[in-house]
């Protein structure tokens, strides 16, 4: 199992970014599927992830300006970021969760203006 994550980049707060995970394979096999986020000197953090079934979980930090979705004819999800803020800015990676977990590589998003 490969994840590709990208998408990341530097944005002005109040601006979007939409992030996207490619799996090697149909992501229907996996659990679920979810972004995670580490600032430096902080501890990595669940964003958002969604299940098999398409349920959908949020941290309370990025309700209502994140959104995540799936794309099934390409294999991927995505994390849609609007009215970013500069707390924000992390290292964002993709993680697929089957028997095992399968993390993406990380891609940086910076919010600044």
């Known amino acids: 199992v490969q994840l590709q994550a990208s998408g990341g980049g530097l944005v002005q707060p109040g601006g979007s970014l939409r992030l996207s995970c490619a799996a090697s394979g149909n992501i229907f096999v996996f659990n679920d599927m979810g972004w995670y986020r580490q600032a430096p000197g902080k501890p990595r953090e669940l964003v958002a992830h969604i299940t098999r079934a398409g349920s959908r979980y949020y941290a309370d930090s990025v309700k209502g300006r994140f959104s995540i979705s799936r794309d099934i004819a390409k294999n991927t999800v995505n994390l849609q970021m609007n009215n970013l803020k500069p707390e924000d800015t992390a290292v964002y990676c993709c993680?697929?969760?089957?028997?095992?977990?399968?993390w993406g590589q990380g891609t940086l998003v910076t919010v600044s203006s």
């Open positions: 993680k697929a969760t089957m028997t095992s977990d399968y």
